[in-house]
């Protein structure tokens, strides 16, 4: 029992133990714990302020914006530039990046089937007509060369020996004919004298065997005609074929002289050389390769001359002709521009992409222009003078590359705002002097009153307390240091401090150098000032010297139109007239938009 009791008061003792927060082994289990913590949540603090992007808010800050534009908070206007249409002369520049063209490209293709030996050339080597650039292996075909060399040379002694057949022929009918001759002149004769024999015989003249003896050798004379004929007809019969024997062996004797040409030709395919003057762009095939008709062994190009291929829509060819100049532009800006024209332009175009191809052949003796380079193309076309012309810049492509459009400013009556005080600014219809001092923005009620004071809301210029920060007329303006909450543009302050808004740290802000009513175009025009809104307008453009483009049709002389700024807006958007710089973006930034009903407003 004793034993029991003793091991159910432990637990009663030990839990006792640990419940006193004084005891040391507290301590040692939770105290680096706790101090990490506290650690930590310092550090945090810290980086938190030092490092918080000023353009990102706190949870406070997030809710005292949310708060204020609950009450009404305003949207800015948007910074374009304007220009006004105007009437002028246009001269057509086009300006196209191109690519250069071998002149010629060559493939180089086997004409038999053969292993390739060798290929003395590698890729950029020079070549030159005739030079040597692939060798097949011709073992095979020289002994069909062979062959059908000897069999020329045997039709050769056909030929030869019909040709003495012949010759035979035509002497043995010559002597036939000879022979007949004669005999026919011998049987004529005694024709006639057996005629004359017959009538001595008749008249007692003659004997019997006188006349019996006649009869027989007209009899004679004429068996010798008959056989002088027969002969005739055999030497006729030779001589015949004779001429057709000779005529064959002559052609046995071509064919085989065209099979030795054919073989002989064809051993020369196995030596593959360069037709053209130019540089060996690809090697294909390397040696060892079983190759046959129509495989690519090597790529020739010939750029001693270079076409310059650029694709033009097929919208703007207008003006465009053959002869036209050109003027082409390596990427390497210490080469000079090469002049040259317009050599032919592509009668059909691209269904897809609807570009025609416009090319031109300029002389690269010294390969400046290398096959595949990019290069900049300005076409001169056609000038047109009293046109309304607009800067390239307010021009955008909306649907199609056919559909072109810009924006037209209208002129508002919204140019500036009195300044507004931070120390009397009102909520609605309290002020904020008035408001719950028990949830005060700590971020602003930090800030003693003379700071305070020192602050100012304006829309456009800085209150009257404010230090004056333009120079007299005629002279360099003096840009001076102000202060500005990146969330609320509205608040100006020539002190450091945060904003009273939403408690964010004040950036620095450099006071405009030029107030915004004395914008003027870069012809020294008066523009408008003030806040605007933009509609947008369906356009048809004419031709462009990079400058200028002209507008056919959709725009009015002396509209001002939307140059720079117009990218992202909408139909109706409110923007705010300011200048741009070179670099294409604006050099001052609009003033804040008057202040809603029922938002801050400023009193006096």
């Not at 540089?279 to 062994?297: A, C, F, H, N």
Request: aromatic fraction near 4%; charge should be neutral; include cysteine.
């Amino acid at each position: 029992m004793n034993d029991e009791i003793g091991k159910n008061e432990n637990p009663q003792t030990t839990a006792s133990s640990n419940s006193n927060p004084k005891h040391p082994s507290v301590y040692r289990k939770y105290g680096p714990s706790l101090l990490l913590l506290i650690i930590v949540f310092m550090l945090s603090v810290f980086v938190v302020k030092k490092f918080k992007n000023p353009m990102r808010m706190t949870l406070l800050e997030s809710g005292a914006s949310m708060d204020m534009e609950s009450m009404g908070g305003q949207t800015g206007y948007l910074p374009v530039e304007i220009v006004r249409a105007d009437r002028g002369t246009v001269k057509a520049t086009l300006a196209y990046s191109g690519t250069v063209v071998p002149y010629t490209e060559q493939l180089i293709n086997p004409r038999v089937t053969g292993k390739i030996l060798d290929i003395p050339v590698y890729p950029g080597d020079p070549v030159k007509p005739g030079q040597l650039l692939v060798r097949l292996d011709s073992d095979e075909l020289s002994s069909q060369l062979q062959e059908t060399r000897f069999e020329a040379k045997s039709t050769q002694e056909e030929t030869l020996k019909s040709d003495q057949e012949l010759e035979a022929a035509k002497a043995k009918k010559t002597g036939a004919d000879a022979e007949l001759k004669i005999a026919a002149a011998d049987l004529k004769y005694w024709q006639e004298e057996i005629k004359r024999q017959k009538t001595l015989y008749t008249h007692g003249a003659i004997s019997r065997d006188e006349y019996e003896m006649s009869q027989s050798r007209y009899t004679a004379a004429k068996a010798s005609r008959d056989k002088a004929q027969a002969m005739v007809r055999e030497a006729g019969s030779m001589l015949q074929a004779a001429r057709l024997n000779q005529s064959i062996s002559r052609d046995k004797a071509q064919q085989a002289q065209s099979r030795e040409k054919t073989s002989k030709i064809i051993q020369d395919y196995t030596s593959i050389r360069s037709p053209i003057k130019g540089y060996v762009s690809e090697r294909l095939i390397s040696p060892g390769t079983l190759v046959e008709p129509g495989m690519t062994i090597l790529k020739l190009v010939e750029t001693d001359r270079v076409r310059i291929q650029a694709n033009l829509p097929a919208s703007q060819l207008e003006g465009v002709k053959v002869g036209n100049p050109v003027r082409i532009h390596l990427r390497d800006k210490s080469i000079p521009p090469v002049a040259a024209s317009i050599s032919s332009i592509f009668p059909s175009a691209d269904p897809l992409a609807r570009t025609v191809v416009v090319e031109t052949i300029i002389p690269n003796p010294q390969n400046v222009f290398k096959p595949g380079d990019f290069v900049s193309v300005e076409i001169t076309g056609e000038t047109r003078e009293d046109v309304i012309r607009v800067p390239p810049t307010a021009l955008y492509q909306m649907g199609s590359e056919d559909s072109s459009y810009l924006w037209v400013y209208q002129p508002g009556t919204e140019t500036s705002e009195e300044p507004m005080k931070m120390d009397s600014m009102d909520m609605g219809s309290s002020k904020m002097e008035d408001m719950d001092s028990s949830q005060p923005n700590p971020a602003a009620s930090s800030k003693p009153d003379s700071e305070m004071a020192g602050m100012n809301h304006s829309t456009h210029q800085p209150s009257s307390k404010t230090p004056e920060t333009m120079s007299k007329p005629g002279k360099s303006p003096i840009a001076k240091v102000l202060y500005t909450c990146l969330m609320h543009p509205e608040v100006i302050s020539d002190k450091p401090g945060n904003c009273p808004l939403c408690g964010m740290t004040l950036v620095k802000k450099e006071t405009p150098p030029m107030p915004m009513a004395e914008m003027k175009s870069s012809e020294g025009e008066k523009l408008p000032s003030g806040a605007g809104s933009v509609i947008l307008r369906r356009v048809t453009p004419g031709i462009s010297d990079g400058t200028f483009v002209e507008i056919r049709e959709g725009l009015e002389e002396g509209e001002f139109i939307i140059s720079r700024g117009g990218a992202n807006l909408q139909e109706g958007d409110k923007v705010f007239p300011v200048p741009y710089g070179k670099n294409g973006e604006p050099v001052k930034f609009p003033p804040p938009p008057p202040m809603k009903p029922g938002s801050m407003h400023h009193s006096n």
